[in-house]
């Protein structure tokens, strides 16, 4: 789950995010008058310096010590703030959506019928299990059932198989995965670097608090910190125009950095739907998979291209618009 960024955020060839450079008119120069000095060249270049030694570069000690990073999300109801860190799945607790999915009554009925659905398949194989067993010990012959030896084989293999999923598990505790500043299912996203501060020091419960390094943060952030990178600034609500404006139009950098956010939020958040839709052999995933390929060059990257023609703009902006559907639904925003 560990999202992998491609750098720049390059949008040449979109007309909706495109720069365009702006003529001004010079005009005739003037006298200046006697009571306002002349500034030369020197002055206006010492002044830009002034300026440029005003704005420090922010510090990004505090986030590689404490292995958490400021991220800015553009939805289609507004931009904000928020947090992501990555850890073994084994030391995170998923975010509690109990309260989120009574909400919805659609989603809460569903999961009462696919409940009820699973503890009546469960008990009928159970029982199917238990009656072909049984009728297989009436027709076996006295001197032909089971016996200890047979008994330990079977004993054997359940244990080999106990063996292979406890290290199945133990492969996936510690694997890393993101978590998001979150809290009862919802992703708290926050409209200024200052409200967003204000909700780190002050104590309210969110699911981040879990990480050994929430107390500190709590105690040195500020302000100035909010200062997400680049890759870690992503525009959803680009997503859809983008797509609809068929492949000529669509920005490789942007719709690979939306899937690797989606992907993410999606897991944090518990959100089974996004994940199926951008799992391994979607149509989404497929679309992915060329977008990388068409960034290479040589023949890996005239093969992406030749892939991208093949995918329908039309399907990929509908499902797009699901998945940032679903994304805005949960967010709960903080000024």
Not at 247 to 262: K, M, N
Request: with cysteine; proline share 5%.
């Amino acid at each position: 789950m560990c999202a992998e960024s491609l750098g720049g955020r390059g949008v040449a060839g979109w007309a909706t995010r495109k720069h365009t450079e702006v003529s001004v008119a010079r005009q005739s120069p003037q006298r200046p008058d006697a009571d306002e000095p002349e500034l030369d060249d020197t002055t206006s270049s010492a002044a830009d310096d002034e300026v440029d030694v005003d704005r420090p570069a922010p510090d990004r000690a505090l986030w590689d010590e404490l292995r958490i990073d400021p991220v800015e999300i553009a939805l289609p109801a507004g931009t904000g703030f928020t947090l992501r860190a990555y850890r073994p799945a084994r030391e995170l607790t998923p975010t509690d959506v109990a309260d989120r999915d009574q909400d919805d009554p659609f989603l809460a009925r569903r999961q009462v019928v696919e409940t009820e659905d699973e503890e009546v398949v469960i008990l009928d194989e159970e029982f199917a299990a238990l009656t072909a067993e049984e009728e297989d010990e009436e027709e076996r012959p006295e001197g032909r059932r089971r016996g200890k030896a047979e008994a330990a084989d079977s004993d054997a293999e359940a244990d080999e198989e106990h063996e292979d999923e406890d290290e199945a598990e133990d492969a996936a505790g510690d694997e890393e995965v993101p978590a998001f500043l979150t809290h009862r299912g919802r992703l708290l996203l926050f409209k200024t670097p200052e409200s967003l501060v204000s909700f780190i020091r002050s104590g309210a419960p969110n699911d981040l608090s879990q990480l050994d390094s929430w107390n500190e943060l709590s105690e040195r952030v500020e302000p100035v910190d909010i200062a997400p990178l680049d890759e870690d600034t992503y525009e959803l609500d680009l997503v859809v125009e983008n797509l609809r404006g068929g492949h000529d139009a669509w920005d490789p950098t942007l719709l690979i950095e939306a899937g690797e956010v989606a992907r993410d939020l999606a897991y944090a958040l518990r959100l089974p739907a996004v994940l199926d839709m951008l799992s391994a052999g979607s149509s989404l995933d497929d679309l992915d998979e060329a977008l990388r390929a068409s960034v290479n060059g040589g023949i890996g990257g005239f093969m992406g291209r030749r892939r991208l023609k093949k995918i329908g703009a039309q399907t990929a902006s509908l499902g797009w618009r699901t998945i940032v559907g679903k994304i805005s639904a949960v967010v709960d925003w903080r000024d």
